[in-house]
């Protein structure tokens, strides 16, 4: 069975950086897109980015352009988000998701697998 566990979130200033991880185990990753999501608050779940199988493509929500960055390494088996230029309104808790080989998928149904997440608070 596919498991996935975040790390990396915490407390970090507007303006700020954090880099999460999600190390992936139970199958072979380098079959399965994977996609961040995150969740704030009183908010219903999102989109934030995802990342082909093979890591050529990559595919980000609107907001999320030109201040977060996904990769991924298939020799270690796992998927990153960098953050840069954090706002307030980043903050909620992002969870990794695994998916299908064949696409980037940026909607939660596309994805077969969670982690449990990791915090991120942009607060001054």
């Known amino acids: 069975q596919v498991q996935l566990v975040e790390s990396g979130g915490g407390l970090a200033q507007p303006g700020g950086s954090l880099r999460l991880s999600c190390v992936f185990s139970g199958r072979t990753f380098s079959r399965y897109s994977m996609g961040w999501f995150r969740q704030a608050p009183g908010k219903e779940r999102e989109f934030v980015s995802a990342i082909s199988a093979g890591g050529a493509r990559t595919s980000y929500a609107d907001s999320e352009k030109g201040r977060f960055t996904i990769s991924r390494d298939n020799a270690k088996n796992t998927v990153y988000l960098q953050m840069n230029s954090l706002k307030p309104e980043d903050t909620a808790v992002y969870c990794c998701?695994?998916?299908?080989?064949?696409?980037?998928?940026?909607?939660?149904?596309?994805?077969?697998?969670w982690g449990q997440g990791t915090q991120v608070t942009v607060s001054s």
């Open positions: 998701a695994a998916g299908g080989p064949l696409a980037v998928y940026i909607r939660i149904n596309d994805y077969d697998y």
